[in-house]
């Protein structure tokens, strides 16, 4: 069983609409979790970092639910800009991430 | 100022044959990562960096790959007798501090590597 389970979609979704995602990790030892954006033939760049009392940044809210295990990535009023696949990451030590396979997301106008 | 670099961006090789990757960390960073990144994937942990030694080659996937970093700021991966299953996209990142989960790594764009 991998790590990091998301479901890769894809999300097809019109201008102006909110898009939702999830993944599940397998460690409850993990200690930090985040949300990469990887673009089309490019490297992976940190979204966001997901705290446990959930936190926004500007149109996306992460949420965290250790009980669960479970790491939420919500889009909201979502641009062609945000056409990418979304990379659910978790820190299982204090130096190695767990990436998952990605969740693409395209934006249609 | 300068990100990761990574170089070459593409490489064609054929199955058997060496090849090096290199990658330039941003100055002054302490920790070095090598993720390999298959088609459709995420990027898997292959070995970790800080300075020069190498604390973590557990991901490696057989003793064909081989990473050093041996003045603590530049580093190459070797794989030698290259094979079709190592095609992939290698990606190099860095991070500022030493080990601690909060040390955003910043990736390098990538080697993208066939194997023939």
């Known amino acids: 069983r991998k790590e990091v389970e998301q479901d890769p979609g894809p999300f097809n979704v019109p201008e102006g609409a909110t898009v939702a995602f999830n993944c599940t990790y397998s460690n409850s030892a993990s200690q930090s979790f985040f949300w990469y954006r990887q673009d089309c033939r490019k490297e992976p760049k940190l979204l966001m970092s997901?705290?446990?009392s959930g936190n926004e940044d500007g149109r996306f809210t992460a949420q965290l639910n250790r009980a669960s295990q479970y790491i939420s990535l919500l889009i909201r009023d979502s641009k062609l800009s945000d056409s990418a696949t979304y990379l659910c990451?978790?820190?299982?030590?204090?130096?190695?991430?767990?990436f998952g396979a990605g969740t693409t997301v395209t934006v249609r106008a | 100022g300068a990100g990761v670099s990574q170089s070459p961006r593409y490489k064609v090789a054929k199955r058997g044959q060496d090849v090096a990757l290199r990658c330039d960390p941003i100055?002054?960073?302490?920790?070095l990562f090598w993720y390999q990144q298959a088609l459709g994937q995420g990027p898997e942990f292959l070995t970790y960096?800080?300075?020069?030694?190498?604390?973590?080659k557990s991901g490696l996937p057989s003793d064909r790959f081989f990473a050093e970093r041996p003045e603590g700021s530049v580093s190459t991966l070797k794989i030698q007798r290259t094979q079709q299953e190592d095609s992939a996209v290698y990606l190099c990142?860095?991070?500022?501090?030493?080990?601690?989960?909060?040390?955003?790594?910043?990736f390098g764009p990538g080697t993208r590597l066939t194997v023939l």
């Open positions: 960096f800080q300075n020069e030694a190498q604390l973590d």
């Open positions: 997901v705290y446990s």
């Open positions: 100055s002054g960073h302490v920790s």
């Open positions: 990142a860095s991070s500022l501090g030493l080990a601690g989960g909060i040390n955003t790594q910043y």
């Open positions: 990451v978790v820190n299982t030590n204090d130096y190695k991430l767990s």
